[in-house]
Structures are given as structure tokens and as C-alpha cells.
């Protein structure tokens, strides 16, 4: 049995998003919609987290560190792309600095499109992304009997 | 007491410490979220975190913060078993703190700028509810006449908080260091990200970051356990009595934790030493002239 | 008794050579066989007679106290010869004080007090036989090393001023020896004052100003010792009628009101030699010297005999209120403010210092208790400390002459950087404050006996203290342990001798924390039987056999665990909360697209435990707190 799904420990970073997601994203932890009822916990730390929650674009400057936060999460990962400006560069797609959606820096699992995402549309994606997520601690466990 | 006695204990304490630890884990986490209009997440929860833990790639900084980290949670399993097992007092009270130690050089060996800082907060966490600690061992021998837990929960005439109350409220103010609970989660908090990303924490990944959450599960029950001694004596009914005081220690701490913020080391050094202080030097002061 | 005369004139010989020897190689070959034949004679002496009482030998020789009586003005002579030289009246007023008071003592008074037992020795003198002899000697082999690193560090056409140095290594052995086997005091105290002169000559052996002004400091503090030593001298000779060290000892504990103003006196002057608040400053003065006479003053010398005095006089404190609360409050605040200080101090040299001396105030208030725990407690501090301390001196030493500083935020890296030599540093820096080893067993029975003695202040001190102490050994010891991609390694090029003496304190050190219920029972029990007649509560196998277990933890965790490779695990960078550009040096992206490093240091919280805001309350409340007690004894106040 796989307990990454009932442990999803979040990293929420900022691209170069108008923070309205990120009003939401932040909000989808607060009492009201409460996502500790699925083990949803905030981590400030790539280290300690499953799930990469990208809310706004990627552009020149952010890239990098876009991939650097992904590059430090360990096995099984997943990202979900917060709001349209993440899952396409929304809004500010042809701006001279925005390079368009998180999957033009890193691959993205889950897409959670709106503007600004709404909490129940994250939840949602967070529980899509918790399946993908024990898929390839499944796929991992194997490979390391493998070894 | 024996050293069969303790070795038993401490493998018995290694299987159950991390059961009753991850429950009151599970517990505080529910309680807390109450307190704050939450549902909260399942009682199991923290066993699933600890479980995903162990199922996350294997990684980290060097080969060294492992081994440290292993050895903080030896010496605090040995610890358990030594309080569990009745022995010596302030011989569990010294291998608690050589467990502090190795975890502080296990965040320190990373060299990371937050895992150092948050050691050496943890450095003068250490230095602020130590005297204290010390003053609680001394406490229980000057009212019962022994360091050994055996003699002191089996203590003929009433449980040792008759005669070490202060001593008692002293050892309730720094529980919330030990514990990690805000206002005094400075070197490393349970909750969220602070200032230092996870104080000591932040490059303890996977199935090391598993051990320190069992480590905490222990150490937990043991610092409980010291709570409950308090309230032992001779009378086998004491312990129902003990056992709901450390309920109503644990809720308390609780309510501290969701109620408080996060005040600076100044505070924390001089609060803890002044309580020491006045709660260990009137009551021991107490003890031995009156 | 030939080999008391052995250990006490071998040493002697082989300084006397050494000041004559000129030759390099000789010299090496003089130092390793003299060293490892005062150790083996030490050891052999000391096992042959493990647990025995009170000793004493038929040994007196009127030429023998002319010999001391001319020791004594030879060294007032060098005194005054400096104190002319470099223009320090106060060192030659002290000087030429005591010389009279001792001239005075040998010719103007018709005492007729013989000792015929001059010699003598009991557990606690092998004990301090041990030390001297291992210990001591082990530094003085370490000391080969390091000297030619140091000679080679000099300017070019200094002078080779090693065989001097040498010597007076070897000097420092013998009149420790000295001091622990005269039974008759004033023997006992040409010992002290060769001592006092030896330091000087080792604190001042670089000649630079500042090595000029500390050593001049520490003359005039140990001549201030000294001189109380001679006025407890005449206390002897006119108010107890006796120079034996021993019957002065009984007399005081069955009849205290003679013997009070001899023991304040005797308690002040091993309270100047054992450094303790207002009289610290000499010791911290002390470490401009090379690392090898730090060591040996810190561990096994100098320091050890003003607390060896006091150990002894604890029967008689334990009768004798006055100098009792004396030296418990000296030591007491003492152990409590140096350990704050330590805190401030980022020179690893200071550190250890600071350390020391807060140690030894340990000891001191262990001793002014007087109790047989307290005294079971002072003799195993006395015993760890020296290992712990001359390990830890001599691989600052070590790690200075091969990093190029000694300080502490210096020293990062060093686990990989030495990663031998950082290891034994973390064992001597556990060794110091940390469960299972002897220093914490030893504080353990300092804490029982306080406990039992209804000393409600002294348990605060020491708790307090304790947790300085942590405070600054974890933050030290942090530093050692940082671990970053593949330094250079220098420890490539440290000389066989300074590893051989290393890993002698280590094996020793490791040797002690096993084998401590043994000490305790052929070593320091029987000292206590015989001095007390009872054996205070002594701490259960079980638990002993319980820190063993911890102690074989703990190092296999550093000689066997930290630092391997581990194939399983990948190896990530730590997180910079960005881009890292450079793992090694925690170098990060800035906002400007440039590299910006992280850079972190410890804590020293200057503005709580600073020397400036600590030391002048300890200055001036010991201060008072001594004149108090000599004025109360001069009045024969509260000594009845």
C-alpha cells in the first residue's frame, strides 16, 4: 500500500502570478475548506514536500528557480499548474518576459485552470494529483526491488 | 533496579513509545485543529506521514546527518527505557540531553545557513529549560530520598508533588521547549514554515526526517511520563490520578501551542531561567531547611 | 621510597640534560626516553601500590631544608633579575617580601620542629602520580612536534631557545612530583614555588610584549599565592607546632580554631595557583605561550597542584566554617561566570581556558564542601579533566599549526579538512561536558553531594552552569561536524609524535570512561576510606555499566559511522531558497544575477555573557568575599 496519497505535504511558490491564486491557494488550507482533512500540509521546503503547487507563469527570471525548487523535491513528485496563468501563461502570455505554462520549465501532472483558481478546483486537483503520486511511489518501490 | 530491567524496558519502550507517541501525535493535530474551527485530518495521520516518509527516494546532503540522527533517537529510546524501567533519574535526564546533542550536530553537519541556525537556537533551547530539568531531578530526590524512578513512584506517603509543587509549575514552563510547542518552537516548529524554513529540520529528507518524527513520538511519551512521576506513590490508584494529569498537561500544552506566538530567545533564556530559578531554588531551598 | 626519589629526580636529570643538549636529534631521543620512562616508572609505581593509605617514609635532612631555603632565594633572584630587566616593581616587592618572610622562617626564629617523615604517599598522591607522569609526559613528547614547527614559524636568525623549553618542561614534572610526595611543608612548598617560576618562564618564552605583561601578571598573582603560603608556614610553626603536612592535618580536624588561620591561608594560596576569580586573569594570560606549556599547565600541572592542596585540606573544611565557605563560594562563582564567559568567546584557546578554570572551580567548591562525595567528585573531575583538557589543548595545537588559526569559526570544515584529528577533538570536546563520560559522572557526584549537604545554592550554580556549559561546547562541536563536498586534507603532514601523544589522552580518555567503576574502587574509594573512614553513596554498576553502553555508541558513531560513503543515497545540495551556484560554498543566485555566499556564524550573545559585564562581578565579589574570611579568622570570629 502506497501512503503517499494520504500524506500530501504541499510547496506553494509564486511565479509571476497577480497573487490572486495565490490568495486561493493559501485559503484551500485555512479553516474553511480545511485541507489538512486529506493530510494536506504546507511545507516552506522542497525537501519535505510531494506536490509542487506553481501558481502564475514562467518567465525569463523565474524559470530557474522554477526548475531548481522542482529538481529538490525527491521521488514520487508531482506539480500542479494553480490558475490559467500557470497551465498556459494566461493573461500575460505575450508579454516580452513570460516564457508561457510551468510545463514549458518542468513536466506538470495536474492542471487546475480559473482565474483565480477556486479552492474546491484545487482540491479537486490536489486529489487528482495524490493519485499520480501513488502510481509512481508504486513505480519507484518496484524499482528499488529491482535493484 | 537492574540492568535487565532497563534493557527490557527500552526494547519494550522502542515498540510502544512510537505507538502512544504517534497517537498523541495524531491527537494534537485534531485537537489543534478544533481549536481553530477545523475538521482536521485523521487520527492515524502522523503514521501516514511517517509511512510516506520512509517510501520517499532516498536522499541527503552527506552521509553523516543520518548517523547523527540515528543516534539522537538511540539515546532517546534509551532514555524512555531507563525512566520506563525505573532507573536512575539523572541518568535519563543526561541521555535525553547527549540526544539533543546528536541531533544538533546532525543539522549542523549539513551546513546549511537554516539547518545552523536552527541548531543553534536549539543550542540555547538546550540552555534554557536545562537547569530546570536538573532542578526537577534533584527535586524528586530531596522529597522522596532516591534518583531511581522505581523508589519514587513507590514512595510510601503521598505522590512528590506534595512537597514539589513549584518545582512541578517550573518543569510544566519549560515542557513547552521540550516539546517544541510555540511560543518556544524556535529552532525548529511543528506547524508550517517560520523564518528559518524548518530550523533544524531543513535538509532531513525522506527516511530521515522519518526517524526524528518518531524520535519526537518518544520523546514526547517520555517527557509525559515525567509529568505523570509527580503524582506516583505507593497507591496503585495514584496512577489513574497520574494519568489524568498528564492528559490535562497534554491538552494544556496544546492550548499554550494554538494560543501563544512566537517570542525571541531573550525571552525564552531569561522566562526559563528566572523560573527555574524562583520555582527550583524556594522549593528545593524549602526542602532542605524547612 | 626509591622510587618517590626516582620520579622526583629523573625528571630533573633529564631537564639538566636537556638545558645542555644543543643537538636536535639528541634532544628527540633525550625527550621520548626520559617521557616514556617517567611514565612507565609512574605506572609502575602507581599500580603496585593501588589502594594504598597514608604512606609515610622516615626521611629527614637538615642539608636537604638549606638546599629548599636556597632553591627558594634562587628563584626570588631570577624573580628580581626580570622584574629588573623589564622594569616590574611589583613582581620585585613580592619577591623580596617573601624572600625575607622565608629567611626569616629558616634563621631569625630558634624553631626547633623536625619532620621526620618527610616523604609520603597515599591514593590521592598516585592518582596525581598518574597524571603527572602520563599525562605530563605524553605533552612533553607531543611538544617535540610542534616545537620544530614552531621554530621554523620564527624569523630567521632567532635564536634556538628549545632546550630551555625542554627543560623546563621536565623541571615542572619533577616539582610536581614534589609537591605531591613532601609530607613536610616546606619541601612542599620549594615544589610550589619552582612551579610558579617555571610558568613564568614558559608563559614569557616568546618574549613578546604581550607575552612579557602575562607572565608578569601571573608571577605577581602566584607570588601573592606564595606569599600566603608562608604566613600559613608561620601559622604552622607557631600555632599548630608542626611542619608535617599530615599531623597538621589531623590537628586541624580534631581541634579547627588552631589550624583556621593555617587552612585560610593555605586555601588562599591554592586558590591563586588553581586560577579561580579575582586570580583568573594569570591563567588566561597563559595560553600566549606555545600549546604544549598551556597544556601542561591546564591539564596535568601548575593548576592541578592548587587544587591537589585544596582536596587535601577537605577534612578540615568539612570541621572549619570559615575557609570552607571561603573556597565553596570562590569556586562556586567562579565555575558559574567562567562558564558564561565562555559562551562570549570564539578563540578556541580562550575557550578551553575559560573551561578549565571553570573546572577547576568545580573542584575547588567540591573541596570546600568536604564531604566524602564531594571529595569522590573533586578527585574524578581532577582525573577526567586532565585527559579531556591536555587532549583538547593538543589538538588546537595541532589544528592551528595546520589551519593557521585558532578560532573557532575557523575551524569549520575540519571534520573532512583533519578528519583524524576532528574526531579526537569531538571525543575530547564530549569528554569534557557530555553523558557517559567521567567529567559528567564526576559532576554527577558533585551534584548528589551537594544535594545531600543541603547546599541549595551551590545545586543552582551548578545547574546553571551546566547548561552554559553545553551551550558552548554543542556550538563548538557543531562547527567541527559540518561536512562540505571534498576538501584538501592537511592533516597529512602532522609530525608521528604529536600523533602518538594524541592518541594516547584519546586511549586514555576512552580508557577512563570504561574502565571508571575500576578507578573508582583501587583509586579514589580507598582515598576516602582513609581519609574519612566512611565511603559516601556511590553511583550503582548498573548505571556505570548503562554509560559504557552510551560511551560505545557514541564512538562508533564517529570512528565508524559519520563520514562513510553510503552508495544507496544520492547526494543532494542543500537549499539556499533559490538557484545554488555552488554547493561547496553555498554560493547563490542574487537579485542581480550575481553570486552571493551564504555565510553563517555562531552564536556568542556578547551582550549577556560578555567578559566585560561577567568578570567584574566575579573580581569583586570573590574579593570581598576572601577578605572577609581572613579578617573573620584574624578576629576569631565563627571559627569556634
Known amino acids: 500500500m502506497a501512503f503517499a496519497s494520504k500524506s500530501p505535504w504541499v510547496i506553494h511558490y509564486d511565479g509571476s502570478s497577480c497573487n490572486g491564486c495565490d490568495i486561493e491557494v493559501l485559503a484551500t488550507l485555512c479553516p474553511g475548506f480545511d485541507g489538512e482533512r486529506f493530510g494536506v500540509v504546507n511545507t516552506g521546503n522542497p525537501k519535505h514536500a510531494d506536490i509542487f503547487l506553481v501558481t502564475g507563469s514562467v518567465n525569463e527570471r523565474n524559470i530557474e528557480v522554477v526548475r531548481e525548487i522542482y529538481n529538490q523535491m525527491l521521488e514520487p513528485k508531482v506539480v500542479v499548474a494553480c490558475g490559467i496563468c500557470a497551465c498556459t501563461g494566461g493573461i500575460f502570455s505575450d508579454c516580452y518576459n513570460v516564457i508561457g505554462g510551468v510545463d514549458q520549465a518542468i513536466p506538470v501532472d495536474v492542471y487546475a485552470p480559473g482565474c483565480a483558481v477556486r479552492p474546491e478546483t484545487l482540491i479537486d486537483a490536489i486529489v487528482a494529483g495524490v493519485e499520480v503520486l501513488d502510481q509512481k511511489s508504486k513505480a519507484l518501490a518496484e524499482a528499488k526491488k529491482g535493484k | 533496579m537492574t540492568l535487565i530491567q532497563i534493557l527490557i524496558a527500552t526494547v519494550v519502550f522502542a515498540v510502544l513509545a512510537p505507538v502512544i507517541g504517534c497517537f498523541l501525535a495524531g491527537l494534537d493535530r485534531i485537537i489543534s485543529a478544533r481549536m481553530q474551527g477545523r475538521v482536521g485530518p485523521p487520527l492515524l495521520q502522523p503514521y501516514y506521514d511517517v509511512r510516506k516518509l520512509f517510501e520517499k527516494e532516498d536522499a541527503a546532503v552527506n552521509t553523516s546527518e543520518r548517523v547523527y540522527v540515528v543516534c539522537a533517537l538511540i539515546f532517546a529510546v534509551l532514555s524512555g527505557g531507563i525512566f520506563f524501567g525505573g532507573g536512575n533519574l539523572l541518568l535519563d535526564v543526561f541521555t535525553i540531553t547527549l540526544s539533543s546533542l546528536f541531533f544538533i550536530m546532525a543539522a549542523y553537519c549539513t551546513r546549511s545557513p537554516y539547518a545552523e541556525m536552527g541548531a543553534a537556537r536549539e543550542t540555547i533551547q538546550v540552555m534554557s529549560y536545562e537547569p530546570m530539568v536538573l532542578f526537577m531531578a534533584v527535586g524528586f530526590f530531596l522529597a522522596t530520598g532516591s534518583f531511581d524512578v522505581s523508589a519514587i513512584a513507590a514512595a510510601p506517603g503521598g505522590p512528590a508533588i506534595g512537597k514539589i509543587i513549584l518545582i512541578f509549575l517550573g518543569v510544566l514552563f519549560i515542557l513547552t521547549i521540550k516539546l517544541r510547542k510555540s511560543p518556544f518552537d524556535l529552532s525548529m516548529s511543528h506547524h508550517a514554515h517560520q523564518e528559518i524554513v524548518r530550523g533544524m529540520t531543513t535538509e532531513m529528507s525522506g527516511p530521515t526526517l522519518g526517524l526524528v518524527e518518531i524520535m519526537h513520538w518518544c520523546e514526547t511519551v517520555l517527557f509525559l511520563g515525567w509529568t505523570g512521576l509527580f503524582f506516583l506513590w505507593g497507591n496503585p490508584a495514584s496512577w489513574i490520578l497520574a494519568l489524568v494529569v498528564v492528559a490535562l498537561v497534554f491538552f494544556a500544552e496544546i492550548y499554550i501551542d494554538n494560543n501563544f506566538a512566537r517570542v525571541k530567545w531573550q525571552f525564552m533564556l531569561k522566562s526559563s531561567w528566572l523560573v527555574a530559578l524562583l520555582g527550583g531554588g524556594i522549593n528545593m531551598a524549602f526542602l532542605m531547611l524547612v | ?640
Open chain 3, 1 to 640: 621510597m626509591a622510587f618517590i626519589g626516582f620520579l622526583i629526580l629523573f625528571p630533573l636529570l633529564a631537564a639538566v640534560a636537556l638545558f645542555c643538549v644543543r643537538n636536535n636529534e639528541a634532544r628527540n631521543v633525550i625527550v621520548v626516553a626520559s617521557a616514556a620512562v617517567i611514565a612507565v616508572a609512574s605506572v609502575i609505581f602507581v599500580v603496585s601500590n593501588l589502594g594504598a593509605g597514608f604512606t609515610p617514609f622516615e626521611f629527614s635532612s637538615e642539608a636537604l631544608d638549606f638546599v629548599c631555603t636556597g632553591i627558594s632565594t634562587a628563584i626570588v633572584a631570577i624573580i628580581l633579575a626580570f622584574s629588573w630587566k623589564y622594569k616590574n616593581v611589583l613582581a620585585a616587592v613580592l619577591a623580596c617580601v617573601q624572600l625575607v618572610a622565608v629567611l626569616a622562617l629558616e634563621f631569625a626564629f630558634p624553631l626547633e620542629i623536625e619532620v621526620p617523615y618527610g616523604l609520603y604517599f597515599d591514593s590521592l598522591s598516585l592518582l596525581m602520580t598518574f597524571i603527572i607522569g602520563v599525562v605530563g609526559s605524553g605533552i612533553c613528547v607531543y611538544a617535540i612536534g610542534y616545537m620544530e614547527d614552531f621554530q621554523t614559524h620564527q624569523p630567521e636568525g632567532e635564536a634556538d631557545r628549545r632546550p630551555l623549553f625542554f627543560g623546563l618542561m621536565f623541571l615542572f614534572l619533577s616539582a610536581m612530583f614534589v609537591i605531591v610526595f613532601s609530607n613536610n611543608m616546606e619541601w612542599l612548598f620549594t615544589g610550589w614555588e619552582i612551579t610558579t617560576l617555571c610558568s613564568f618562564l614558559l608563559i614569557g618564552f616568546t618574549r613578546t610584549p604581550e607575552a612579557i605583561t602575562n607572565a608578569f601578571r601571573q608571577i605577581v598573582m602566584n607570588l601573592a599565592g606564595g606569599i600566603g603560603f608562608v604566613v600559613a608556614l608561620y601559622c604552622c610553626a607557631f600555632m599548630v607546632g608542626t611542619f608535617s603536612f599530615y599531623d597538621f592535618l589531623v590537628i586541624g580536624c580534631q581541634n579547627p580554631a588552631i589550624a583556621a588561620a593555617a587552612v585560610t591561608a593555605l586555601a588562599f594560596a591554592g586558590i591563586t595557583k588553581a586560577a579561580q576569580m579575582p586570580f583568573h586573569t594569570w591563567l588566561l594570560g597563559a595560553m600566549v605561550a606555545p600549546t604544549p606549556t598551556s597544556a601542561l599547565l591546564h591539564s596535568s600541572t601548575m593548576v592541578k597542584a592548587g587544587v591537589f592542596l585544596l582536596v587535601k585540606l577537605a577534612p578540615i573544611f568539612m570541621v572549619c566554617p570559615v575557609p570552607s565557605l571561603m573556597v565553596i563560594m570562590v569556586g562556586a562563582i567562579t565555575f558559574l561566570l567562567c562558564s558564561f564567559m565562555a559562551i562570549s568567546q570564539s578563540n578556541a584557546k580562550r575557550v578551553l581556558a575559560y573551561s578549565t578554570i571553570a573546572n577547576l572551580g568545580l573542584v575547588t567548591a567540591c573541596a570546600g564542601v568536604g564531604s566524602p562525595e564531594a571529595v569522590w567528585a573533586a578527585c574524578f573531575l581532577i582525573l577526567f579533566h586532565a585527559l579531556a583538557k591536555s587532549l583538547l589543548f593538543l589538538c588546537v595545537g595541532t589544528a592551528e599549526h595546520h589551519i593557521g588559526s585558532r578560532d573557532i569559526e575557523d575551524m569549520d570544515l575540519l571534520f573532512e579538512r583533519m578528519p583524524r584529528l576532528a574526531r579526537f577533538m569531538m571525543v575530547g570536546i564530549m569528554g569534557m561536558f557530555i553523558a557517559p563520560f567521567g567529567m559528567l559522572i564526576a559532576k554527577w557526584g558533585a551534584l548528589v553531594s551537594f544535594a545531600q549537604a543541603d547546599q541549595v545554592a551551590l545545586i543552582l550554580i551548578l545547574g546553571f552552569g551546566s547548561a552554559a556549559t553545553f551551550m558552548f561546547w554543542a556550538k563548538w562541536l557543531g562547527k567541527l561536524a559540518g561536512i562540505a563536498g571534498q576538501p584538501e586534507n592537511v592533516e597529512l603532514t602532522v609530525h608521528k609524535s604529536e600523533w602518538a601523544s594524541l592518541l594516547l589522552m584519546v586511549v586514555l580518555l576512552i580508557c577512563g570512561c570504561v574502565a571508571l567503576p575500576l578507578i573508582s574502587a583501587v583509586s579514589v574509594e580507598p582515598y576516602i576510606v582513609s581519609v574519612f573512614g566512611v565511603l559516601g553513596q556511590d553511583i550503582s554498576t548498573d548505571n556505570l555499566w548503562l554509560a559504557a553502553i552510551c560511551a560505545a555508541v557514541v564512538f562508533i558513531a564517529l570512528f565508524a559511522g559519520a563520514g562513510r560513503s553510503n552508495s544507496k543515497q544520492k547526494k543532494v545540495p542543500v537549499y539556499l531558497a533559490g538557484v545554488s551556484r555552488n554547493d561547496d560554498t553555498r554560493a547563490f543566485q542574487n537579485a542581480l544575477s550575481g553570486s552571493s555566499e551564504a555565510v553563517t556564524r555562531n552564536w556568542y550573545l556578547e551582550a549577556v555573557f560578555g567578559e566585560k559585564r561577567i568578570a567584574p562581578i566575579g573580581t569583586v565579589f570573590n574579593s570581598v568575599l576572601m577578605a572577609a574570611a581572613f579578617i573573620m579568622v584574624l578576629l576569631g570570629v565563627g571559627v569556634m
